[in-house]
Nanobody, 121 residues
């Protein structure tokens, strides 16, 4: 089985920073794409950032220049550094990863349970 666990959320003032982590564990052969999504109350879940296994990154327009996605392939870890946070960044942040399991054919998407980020004005 595979599990994704996010950590690093919390309450921060506007202009502050947080670093989210996503730990993947279990019978993992390889991790392809890793994404960070967020969902604010009453809104649809949206993709915030993506990083491929080769390190290519993509960002939502609303966070470009403020957020940085990274990963440590050796540790099966993903990160989201969030700087200059704004109240509109308040949401539950989720990690998603496309993972190929050991001895199992196709890759599948796995989600973490989410971590709350609250930015006060």
């Amino acid at each position: 089985q595979v599990q994704l666990v996010e950590s690093g959320g919390g309450l921060v003032q506007a202009g502050g920073s947080l670093r989210l982590s996503c730990a993947a564990s279990g019978s993992i052969s390889s991790i392809n794409v890793m994404d960070w999504y967020r969902q604010a109350p009453g809104k649809q879940r949206e993709m915030v950032a993506r990083i491929t296994s080769g390190g290519t990154t993509t960002y939502a327009r609303s966070v470009k220049g403020r957020f940085t996605i990274s990963r440590d392939n050796a540790k099966n870890m993903g990160y989201l550094q969030m700087n200059n946070l704004k109240p509109e960044d308040t949401a539950v942040y989720y990690c998603k990863a496309l993972i190929r399991r050991l001895l199992v054919g196709p890759s599948e998407n796995y989600w973490g349970q989410g971590t709350q980020v609250t930015v006060s004005s």
